[in-house]
Each structure stands twice: as structure tokens, then as C-alpha cells.
């Protein structure tokens, strides 16, 4: 397992991960409750809540950082993507996770921008700005790959939470599809691993009983494509050729830091970074963590995003 490197950014509270909904938590109990006498029709109705990410208001400092951008859209599968990018220069891509937005990373414009590269953001299927009601991580994927073929070849992402997966999928259909334009570098950011731990866990908050259970696996496996453990990026890392950086937080209340350890360890030559008390969320928005996602890109494309007054030095090294 690689060493983690210790961030100790001293806060007063730990970031408590975000309750559900009342409303939300109702739908559950009342699936759990149908289970017991129609396990199939309950099944249909908690695929249909696993697969509807949950919407919520952007808060001003989003809005403020999209309102700078240059505002696009691409379609996908049906669907229109709604896209945001800044800057020239190679592209670096922002991917939320699931429930987020692009927004969400706008933390990383700026400094990105100022050290020479373009950035692109976009809202997934059935999330944010974007069109669709439901949405599986495999269809997540086919849209970011489809926004790259929008906006140009990427050279560098940042992804947060369930986004990593989303990346590292769409990144290892790339390459079975010999596909070979890909990024050089990753950013993961309180990544997720546990897809399976995750679907657990929703049909245990359900309460659905097991032939409930038994029917929305079947069901989730037809609609989504694989299983649940195929999606786990710890599994297929080793066969992604990009060079990479694990952010964690020890105090993340909703995906555990030991998933992206996993992570880091089954990803080559991956450096693993622990923070503590940014919980989940707060993580993406802390000037420690961002300084430090943007060093790791600009370090490992320096060849291809020169600043104005080092150009002429970087073309001699490159």
C-alpha cells in the first residue's frame, strides 16, 4: 500500500455526511413495507429510486464561477449535456459525483485557468442542468465521453466521489475500444469503490426483504449492464496507463477513506493524500487540497501547458 502523505488541516468540526430528505426517506420506508407482499412491484420502485440521483440547489459561489463561463451543450444518447468550460490551453475535466454537479469543483477553475489550462465542466445525465430522470454509472460514462468528443481531446481530470468511477470506466471502454488519445493524469478526490457496499446499503435503508432484494439485483444488473463488483475501480485499475492522485479525508462521512486507499493501492505508482476533518464535500473547496491537485497536473503535463514567460524553456525540455 503506498504511504499516505498526511495533510493535517486543523477545523474546529467534522463534516457530517448529508441526511436524506424526509420525503425521500418516507419512498424508502414504503418500499420496504410493499416488499412484504409484492416483492417484485417494490423491487421496480426501488431500482427506479437507486437510479434517480437526488437534485439540490447550487449555492451562490457555483453559480458565481459558471456565470464566467463559456456555456455549451452536446447531446448523448438522447440527452442534453449541459457543458461549461474556461481558459486555453490543454483541457483539464471536472466530474462530479453522484447527486453533484459540475459546479460542484469550481474550486479548481481559477487555479487551473492561471497555470495554462482550458477546463470543462458539465453536469451528468438526470443531474444538475442536465436532461433525464435516471441515469446508471455506465450511461454517466458514455456522456463524459461524449463531452470530450464535444469540446476536444483531455489531457487531465479531476473527479470527485462516485465521478472517479464514472472516469475510470469510461476510460477503460476507451481503451477495450482501442481508443488511444487518452489523459495522462487523474485526480481522485474522495473516490468511491464500494459500489456494491453502496447498494447494500440502500436496500437495507429500504428495509426490502430478500426476494425484494433478489428481483432489484436481477433487475439493476439488466438495466445497468454488469454487476455491481464490475464497476469497483480498485478491480480494474491496474490496467489504466494514467498517472494518479488519491485525495481522502479520514473524517468523509459518506464514502469511507479506506475505498480510496483500495483504490490507490491497486493503482500503479498512485499517491495516496489524507486530509482530515473536510469530510466529503468541503474537500473540493479547501485551498490545501486544490493547491495540491493542481500541482500534480501542472507537474506531470508541464510538457504541454508552458506558462507565457516559460515557453521558450519548456520547448527545449519537451
Known sequence: ???????????RTIVRSIKPP???????????????????????????????????????????VLARARVGSVRVAGRRIATWSWGAGPRILLVHGWG??????????????????????????????????TVTIPEM???????????????????HS??????????????????????????????????????ERFMQACGLSAGARRWLERGLEARVGVTPDEL????????????????????????PWTEGAAIATAWPGAELVTTHRLGHRRILRDPAVVARVTGFLEARLACDAPRADELSTVAALC
Open 1 to 11: 500500500m503506498p504511504r499516505p502523505v498526511d495533510v493535517s488541516l486543523q477545523k
Open 22 to 64: 424526509m420525503l425521500h426517506r418516507i419512498r424508502l420506508f414504503g418500499v420496504g413495507l410493499l416488499s412484504r407482499f409484492a416483492p417484485a412491484a417494490a423491487a421496480r420502485v426501488a431500482r427506479r429510486l437507486f437510479l434517480t440521483p437526488p437534485r439540490y440547489p447550487a449555492p451562490d459561489r457555483e453559480r458565481e
Open 100 to 133: 453533484g454537479r459540475g459546479g460542484q469543483l469550481g474550486a479548481f477553475v481559477e487555479p487551473l485557468v492561471g497555470r495554462g489550462f482550458s477546463v470543462t465542466a458539465f453536469d451528468g445525465p438526470a443531474h444538475g442542468s442536465s436532461e433525464g430522470r
Open 141 to 159: 460514462a458514455e456522456a463524459l465521453s461524449g463531452v470530450i468528443d464535444a469540446v476536444g481531446p483531455v489531457r487531465g481530470i479531476v473527479a
Open 162 to 199: 462516485g465521478g472517479v468511477v464514472v472516469s475510470a470506466w469510461a476510460i477503460r471502454r476507451s481503451l477495450l475500444g482501442g481508443f488511444v488519445e487518452l489523459p495522462a493524469a487523474i485526480a481522485l478526490v474522495a473516490p468511491a469503490a464500494d459500489f456494491r457496499g453502496y447498494l
Open 232 to 255: 469497483d475501480p480498485s478491480r480494474f485499475a491496474a490496467e489504466l496507463p494514467l498517472a494518479a492522485l488519491v485525495v481522502h479525508d479520514r473524517d468523509d462521512g459518506e464514502v
